[in-house]
């Protein structure tokens, strides 16, 4: 079964340059899960993975890491869902916008 988690807004130290290393960043973060199907039967938070849980997590890792670059925060955001039980396999996508004239976002994907 698959489970996604879209839009967990993080607010975060983000970037190379001077500038981007002086101030907080918005990134969204998205996970797709590859999870245990048992809650689909039981109906039960407890078979299945918490996503307010996961948000938490992902947004305090990513705010401790002070990542450089979007991929790094990608593979971070996809390790912290992988460690989640009950999570098969995870893929995170970081997208940063408006950091750069021209260019409304990148975004980078890892898969764990």
């Known amino acids: 079964m698959e489970l996604q ?3 967990i807004e993080v607010d975060c130290v983000i970037g190379e340059r001077p500038d981007e290393r002086s101030r907080l ?7 797709r899960l590859t999870i245990r199907d048992t809650a689909a039967a039981t109906d039960r938070l407890g078979d299945t ?4 849980a996961l948000a938490e997590r ?3 890792r990513l705010a401790e890491a002070k990542c450089r670059m979007i991929e790094r925060a990608a593979a ?5 869902a ?3 039980p009950g999570v ?4 995170a996508a970081v997208t940063k916008s408006g950091s750069v004239p021209g260019i409304g976002a990148a975004t980078a994907v890892f898969k764990a």
């Open 82 to 84: 992988k460690a989640f």
């Open 88 to 91: 098969e396999s995870a893929e």
């Open 76 to 80: 971070i955001a996809a390790e912290e």
């Open 49 to 52: 993975v918490d996503y307010v």
């Open 58 to 60: 992902i947004r305090g």
């Open 5 to 7: 988690v879209k839009g």
């Open 25 to 31: 960043q918005r990134l969204s973060v998205d996970v």
